[in-house]
T-cell receptor, first 114, second 116 residues
Framework: AQSVTQLGSHVSVSEGALVLLRCNYS??????LFWYVQYPNQGLQLLLK??????LVKGINGFEAEFKKSETSFHLTKPSAHMSDAAEYFC????????????FGTGTQLKVEL | GAGVSQSPRYKVAKRGQDVALRCDPI?????LFWYQQALGQGPEFLTY????????KSGLPSDRFFAERPEGSVSTLKIQRTQQEDSAVYLC??????????????FGDGTRLSIL
């Protein structure tokens, strides 16, 4: 079985501050890990993915995430928050052989304040 | 160049009615997924198609839920005798490859279903 845990259902940062959204995974086999963003009344948009090629993954909109096997973590960061980053963020895991279906965390709502 | 298209965007039904939700995936995408997203939660897997074959329906919550993709393109999720607990956003996603690990899924904007 595989799962992800997102610590903190709500995160608030000031504009220009560091964004750190936490994700820990549990998987019996090497996982594929994803971060998606969801804006109100929209579907999910892929930010970045980890597929074992490199532990530091760069995504769109200045986001990046680092895969740390020893900590079973895949935290999402962005050096400087922008107002447009306010949204809900989901970490997800999949594995080969499972049809690539995604198992999502419960999400973290990011608020960016002036 | 269109993305995944879902219709209707919003559906209101009375308890006990049947509903049908449509998903039009990205052209050429082999894999198609349905997810259910309850309010304030992450999406949960319902079912998966590879072309017209339904390879995994382990996430369907009851036998009132039925999905099909007869020609390997458009898919329909049908819910019979709807219940209030069926109220959720239903998301469809497609991906290019045949269930290969790491292949990103492209999501539609979802259908928000409200059961009165």
């Amino acid at each position: 079985a595989q799962s992800v845990t997102q610590l903190g259902s709500h995160v608030s940062v000031s504009e220009g501050a560091l964004v750190l959204l936490r994700c820990n995974y549990s998987s019996s086999v090497p996982p594929y890990l994803f971060w998606y963003v969801q804006y109100p009344n929209q579907g999910l948009q892929l930010l970045l993915k980890y597929t074992s090629a490199a532990t530091l993954v760069k995504g769109i909109n200045g986001f990046e995430a680092e895969f740390k096997k020893s900590e079973t973590s895949f935290h999402l960061t962005k050096p400087s928050a922008h107002m447009s980053d306010a949204a809900e963020y989901f970490c997800a895991v999949s594995r080969t052989g499972g049809g690539n279906k995604l198992t999502f965390g419960t999400g973290t709502q990011l608020k960016v304040e002036l | 160049g269109a993305g995944v298209s879902q219709s209707p965007r919003y559906k209101v039904a009375k308890r006990g009615q049947d509903v049908a939700l449509r998903c039009d995936p990205i052209s050429g995408h082999v894999s198609l997924f349905w997810y259910q997203q309850a309010l304030g939660q992450g999406p949960e897997f319902l079912t998966y198609f590879q072309n017209e074959a339904q390879l995994d329906k382990s996430g369907l919550p009851s036998d009132r839920f039925f999905a099909e993709r007869p020609e390997g393109s458009v898919s329909t999720l049908k819910i019979q005798r709807t219940q209030q607990e069926d109220s959720a956003v239903y998301l469809c996603a497609s991906s290019l490859e045949r269930g290969r690990g790491g292949e990103p899924q492209h999501f539609g904007d979802g259908t928000r279903l409200s059961i009165l």
